[in-house]
């Protein structure tokens, strides 16, 4: 893929035909809607041959051709790619940083995964024949209700289309409880080991009437005081599971330190969970926050548990 930076007076044609492509593409590409107006600034993918995006600090006495050729690059390369023009007077203040274009020479091999709200419809299979290439799906989400049951979820058109695009399906197990990630009910049902067996129970039968390959565990916004039950549940989910051929993964919040009792990310305690589950999908959205600028986007990104 290369990213094309929109200027003032671009259009999707004149975009398409610049790179030899056509406006459907760039539409599917970058999940446009066909009447979008281009925002000057906006990175757009485009069909083409795999580059990095690499910093490069401009210097003193750096100019337009002097960044290209230290990066071997053409003049048009760089100002496609990073949406800066010389001739319109676009400044390189020195210690600027801007994103250049780097070959990927060698590709290497990653898992992918996406999370899916079922509609129940064949939209799902549709849907997931058009994005292909993801390693896992994630159906969101088999919400754990008080008693230890699970909500029904809709899902057979997303298992259908997971199996026709080659993708490993995991049903996601929160406690969501239809308006947010309620703690008390999380507390509840971890602390009671009647309704935690149950509750697993409910999800074994579950993996084996569905069809999933495994489970996504997405507790959040759980008391820091409730971290060891967190760990345990998570270890007797795997020690049940496991046997059967399933595999877990958990989805946790991003952090940079362990505080076990900070209120948002106490609970989690990465190197118990990291040796317990298979891999962990880091919410790297959650640096952020709607009301907040923009910050990391909605990433939901596969560790292998080892490197935890």
Request: proline letters at 5%; glycine letters at 8%.
């Amino acid at each position: 893929m290369y990213i094309y930076t929109v200027v003032a007076g671009d259009e999707l044609r004149t975009i398409a035909e610049l790179f030899g492509t056509t406006t459907r593409e760039l539409i599917r590409l970058n999940e446009l809607e066909s009447g979008d107006v281009l925002v000057q600034g906006l990175h757009l993918l485009v069909p083409g041959e795999p580059y990095l995006a690499v910093p490069y600090a401009v210097k003193t006495g750096d100019t337009y051709p002097a960044i290209a050729l230290k990066n071997d690059l053409s003049l048009g390369d760089l100002e496609k790619w990073t949406g800066l023009r010389e001739t319109k007077g676009d400044r390189l203040p020195v210690g600027r940083t801007v994103y250049v274009p780097k070959r990927i020479a060698t590709k290497k091999t990653i898992e992918t995964n996406g999370y899916l709200l079922p509609a129940g419809t064949n939209s799902d299979a549709e849907l997931l024949r058009d994005i292909g290439g993801l390693t896992y799906l994630n159906v969101f989400a088999y919400n754990a209700r008080a008693d230890g049951t699970l909500y029904p979820v809709r899902d057979e058109y997303a298992l259908r289309g997971a199996k026709s695009a080659g993708m490993t399906p995991m049903m996601t197990v929160t406690n969501f409880d239809g308006q947010n990630f309620n703690r008390e009910l999380a507390h509840t049902l971890m602390s009671n080991s009647s309704l935690k067996s149950k509750l697993l129970e409910n999800i074994i039968n579950t993996l084996r009437k569905r069809g999933y390959r495994g489970v996504n565990m997405d507790f959040e916004h759980l008391r820091p005081e409730d971290r060891s039950l967190y760990n345990q549940l998570v270890r007797e989910m795997a020690s049940r599971i496991r046997p059967e051929g399933y595999f877990i993964s958990a989805a946790l919040v991003p952090k940079t330190s362990d505080n076990p009792t900070d209120d948002r990310t106490g609970a989690f305690d990465y190197q118990t969970l990291g040796r317990t589950v298979d891999f962990v999908l880091l919410m790297s959205y959650e640096w952020g926050w709607v009301g907040g600028p923009p910050l990391a986007g909605i990433l939901q990104r596969a560790v292998k548990a080892r490197s935890v």
